[in-house]
């Protein structure tokens, strides 16, 4: 497959500034394989759930049951699951094809599926002893078994590695009393194993299997949820439930190993899923804009439609760039790694482990984008969208849970940071060079005044000088605060913004520089306006965040004298925004969905 | 063994733009799938595959892209595919297609050959019967049920007609044109794709199968396209207004009788 040849490192995209389009993996580059399946995936979705769409969305836990196990049949549940456990083995592109498909025509189905293959198999696919994946994958690749994540507690949301939930070891040493409470576990109205965690001896968090129909675990009623209706969410009791020992999942105290690994790669997964979703939102958008009179034409001639268009196109590009770079990302990362082995688990958590600043963006990225297309498609249909029945009502409520499970959006802004800090601590990266080099560089920065139309140097330059000021404000604040920077969640969160608006425009630029270079340069336009867009706000809303961080760090260390090099730096150059908009608008209306 | 011919059509969903020279359409962007009558084919004849052994060979006409449905057939569980890829043979018409998808056939093994009764993008209808009268077998058109006799040298189909059923038996080989109703095709599974990535795909030109190239293509079409329009605009529809039902029966009867001027 064609992955980068000189991979970059997790997290360095914000300090390497001339990474080659050719070493970035972008959708123009999926395989012949690729596209099967993801037409295989549509067929069966369109097929098999969509048809069913109604009956699915009053929740039908029998009807799930079968139609997972169908899924199962034809290999949609053993993508990441190895051959030698009845699984596919593909690629994390194939993965993110898949999840993406279904965000896109499964409606809440899509969780149910999302879950069970992301956090609800691969705690044992990625951890678990041979005689553990032996016992457990086949039947979750054939979709025989249905996995759940027991992680959430009512008293551990997002503190999920300080549960109450308790396991002490037999006097015999033979198995673990569990005993506890897990809630909000989706699939748990039929699922037979139970990947949970709890604290051996009070202080060491560990990770079990666990089988629903043993002794002692017992099952809640259904949850009435805002959205999300078609898939089962309930809470597990856990009274004296007896856990064989064999069954410990990694390490005794190693828990949080499991647990973070898996919600990585279970943000790869949900950040697909939105994708999906919000070019199914953007799609019914346009065909009802096309549709719809007022004033005696289609709304979608309208300037402020076409302009919530191309917003919502420019968006949905961004995040489908950087989630396919990060998919290539992680798949360079395995590259000689024998994905049949054994080994195969704790070498993809060791790639999700280093990718996990990436992996935590695409999700955030990707559920803010999924919510702000799915707002604007209601806003479209006006009064109708706001009707049951459709589309736009249904999307709206399913889309919001997406910024709250694996990990809330605010943790994984946290994440982002703290991980990116504790790298420098490690000496992994050099904070007091990048900010040396950066201010070197911006003293001496003059931004392009104006944009070339069909070229992308003046956005070139500027992601450089972005980069520049990331690194100069994160250094400031990295020396300011030293470990206490964890306690300023306020400056952590509009660090992170700064990172995900830099991925953001990095991995629009390369993408459309490859099209710009491909075989049918043509291919490029549309990318290339929608570069422009993005950088246009990007630009403006780091130099904003930028500007506030530098505002907040006063006293002593005062880092207010660099507020005027970054209002200078961080210039958009001169281009004739709303033409740009009505032209992405135009090239979408046109194609009657999102397509490039 | 059996043959069966698919066609790449655009995608129903696809929405079709006519090209400036006004006799065909923008090919770009345009999504390509298997024509669904022929899924129909493929699906019947990799059941009579499974239940009498041998081989199911599939066999197109067209452009580079169509390895991709001839792939698809593949990952349902067709043993092999054959792709006619000849520049000269692009915008060939339907007897000019049956003549190199025979060219192919003919010297091939076969029981059964499998195409869609027709073709969901120009409707012509044409290619399954030319076929069988080039190589001279008996053609069974708009089929809805297949069963071949235990001994496997005869089959018995059913075709419907006008609410009545038609069975009609015929002695093999022969060439069957499927009509929806005859099955549920299968999906592609991830496996099956997986396999078929090692299922042979041969390509062949027009000189490859012996023919000539000056009977192929637009120039040697026995059936011209003159033009091509769209559909044309819908009308906005209108609301009879009147106090009573009469009132409103009558206004009806009315606009049918003096505007629309259909009754």
Redesign the interface.
Known sequence: MNVNQRRLGGGMFLFVDDVNFEDVFTPEDFS??H???A??VE??IN?EIASRSEEIEELNNALSRKLMQKAG????L??DIPEKYGG?Q?DKISSAIASEKFGFGAGSFTITELNHTGIGTLPVALFGTEEQKRKYLPGLSSGKLIGAFGLTEPEAGSDALNPLTTATLSEDGKYYVLNGNKQFITNAGFADVIFTYAKVEGKLFTAFIVEQNWEGVSVDEEEDKMGMHGTSTRAYHFDNVKVPVENVLGEVGKGHIVALNALNMGRFKVGSVCIGSAKRAFFEAIKYAKQRRQFGRPICEFGLIKEKISEMAVRIYAAESMMYRTAGLIESRLQGVDMGSDESGIRTAEALEEYLIECSINKVYGSETEDYVVDEELQVFGGYGYIRGNHPELAYRNARINRIWEGTNEINRLVVVNTLGRRAAKGIIDVDRAQRKGLERLEVFKPEETDIPGRLDAQESLLGAAKDVFSLVFGLAYRRYGRALRREQEIIGMLADIMIEIYAMESTLLRAKKLMSGKRPEKAYLPVQMTKILFYESIEKVGFLARSILETMQGEMSARKYIPLVRHVLVSPNLNIVSLRREVAGGMIQ??RY?I | MSASGVKQVPDTETQIRIAPDGQSIVKDDIKWVMNPYDEFGVEEALRIKEKFGGEVTIVSLGPKRVTESIRTALAMGADKGVLINDPSAEDSDALATARALAAVIKDMEYDLIFTGQRGVDDDMGLVGASVAEILGIPQLSVITKVEVSEDGTSVKVERPVEGQTLTIESPLPALITAQKGLNEPRYASLPGIMKAKKKPLEEKTLADLGLDASQFGKEARKLKVLELTPPPQRQAGKIIDGETPEEKAAELARVLHEEAKVI
């Open positions: 012949s394989e596209k099967d399946i037409s295989a067929e069966f097929g049949e034809l290999g949609i053993g993508i596919m593909l194609s009657g397509l």
